[in-house]
């Protein structure tokens, strides 16, 4: 029986709470078979220590499968943030109520790995000024103020 576990009983432990074949652990770390599955058997101190490993890697299995389930979730409701940030972009949403809405639709496409729709500013421009920017660009000087008639004789 053992008093206290060597490193190399710790990886045993651990290859065989993972699912290795004890056959397959065995020659890697030059010990034969039996001598893994005796400890199995046989040694408390051994024992205790692999299944206190199986258990914490069953609670982790356990969380992980709970993330999941927490990240299909989200993923459900990513095209509906997907689609109150568009429409709040756009302006067809407005009003200060949906100031919490928006900033959780924004948290879920951003849990999910999602971007965001970018917002833009759009604004008006004179077409006029960009004739003139057009022609400085091409001239290099204003065009003349008088006014030009293009339509046809």
Known sequence: MLRKL????????????????????????????????????????????????????????????????????????????VTLCSDVITGQIDGASLDLRLKSAWDVLDRTGNKAPDKHLVGTVNFADVVVAAYNAKYGKK?????????PE
Request: aromatic share 2%; net charge negative; hydrophobic share 40%.
């Open 143 to 151: 065009p003349p103020d008088k006014t030009i008639d293009i339509t």
């Open 6 to 81: 060597t490193p190399k009983h710790r990886r045993i432990i651990r290859d065989l709470a993972t699912g290795r074949d004890p056959a397959a652990i065995a020659e890697d770390l030059d010990v034969t078979a039996d001598t893994i599955n005796r400890l199995m058997r046989e040694d408390p101190l051994f024992k205790s220590e692999l299944r206190s490993l199986e258990i914490q890697i069953e609670q982790r299995l356990i969380a992980s499968e709970e993330r999941l389930s927490i990240m299909e979730r989200l993923d459900l409701v990513a095209e509906s943030a």
